[in-house]
């Protein structure tokens, strides 16, 4: 079990740009969450999935996010038009069971220029 | 909707000190609530957790116990190290998503 990976680990890119992450939950887990934390807060819950359905999107996701998890596996988060307000810290986890318990990822470190 | 509060910090303590973190929730059922520690350069790990009224979660010397007459979840250790210092987040767990607290960062000298 290597636990959750994410990659890249760190992204810088200049406004307007596109951008997709990578998270690859442990294996046996179905469910998948993505968060947003920035300097001094804590995350900031972004969407979930159970196996491939999205099940829960945040208010605050606007129609620029989009994520996928196709065949329930990896997923992938994708920010269209970077905004310099888009620069955070993403994090991915994933959990199995009814008590929640969710396991992160290092991150993806977003910078926007 | 749901909310964690966090006692702010950061907080300074010296070695062998005993520590409180408080955090208080508010559900609208009966969630899961967590201790999250994210030590320099590392990720978020779980610290413990308590899944209903009354439980007390502990790990490493650390203790919490789900309080639900006050909806509380104060973390507690009774002598810090300073391979302690990290922040700590507290969060509450209901629909499957987490709500996290803004975290506390301790400092332990020596």
């Known amino acids: 079990d290597t636990g959750v990976s994410q990659d890249p680990r760190h992204k810088i890119t200049k406004r307007g740009q596109n951008v997709t992450f990578r998270c690859d939950p442990i294996?046996?887990?179905?469910?998948l969450y993505w968060y947003r934390q920035t300097l001094g807060q804590g995350p900031e819950f972004l969407t979930y999935?159970?196996?491939?359905?999205?099940?829960?999107k945040s208010r605050l996701l606007s129609d620029r996010f989009s994520a996928e998890r196709p065949k329930g596996s990896f997923s992938t988060l994708e920010i269209q038009r970077t905004e310099q307000g888009d620069s955070a810290m993403y994090l991915c986890?994933?959990?199995?069971?009814?008590?929640?318990?969710?396991?992160f990822g290092p991150g993806t470190r977003l910078t926007v220029l | 909707g749901d909310s964690v509060t966090q006692m702010e910090g950061p907080v300074t303590l010296s070695e062998e000190a005993f520590l409180t973190i408080n955090c208080t929730y508010t559900?609208?059922?009966?969630?899961?609530l967590f201790w999250y520690v994210q030590y320099p350069g590392e990720g978020l790990q779980l610290l413990l957790k308590?899944?209903?009224?009354?439980d007390k979660g502990s790990n490493k010397g650390f203790e919490a116990t789900y309080r639900k007459e006050t909806t509380s979840f104060h973390l507690e250790k009774g002598s810090v190290q300073v391979s302690d210092s990290a922040v700590y987040f507290c969060?509450?767990?209901?629909?499957?998503?987490?709500?996290f607290g803004d975290g506390t960062t301790l400092t332990v000298k020596p």
């Open positions: 986890a994933s959990s199995q069971g009814t008590d929640n318990e969710q396991f």
């Open positions: 294996s046996e887990h179905n469910r």
């Open positions: 999935f159970q196996n491939e359905a999205q099940l829960e």
């Open positions: 559900a609208t059922g009966y969630p899961s």
């Open positions: 308590a899944t209903k009224a009354d």
């Open positions: 969060a509450l767990s209901e629909t499957g998503k987490s709500t």
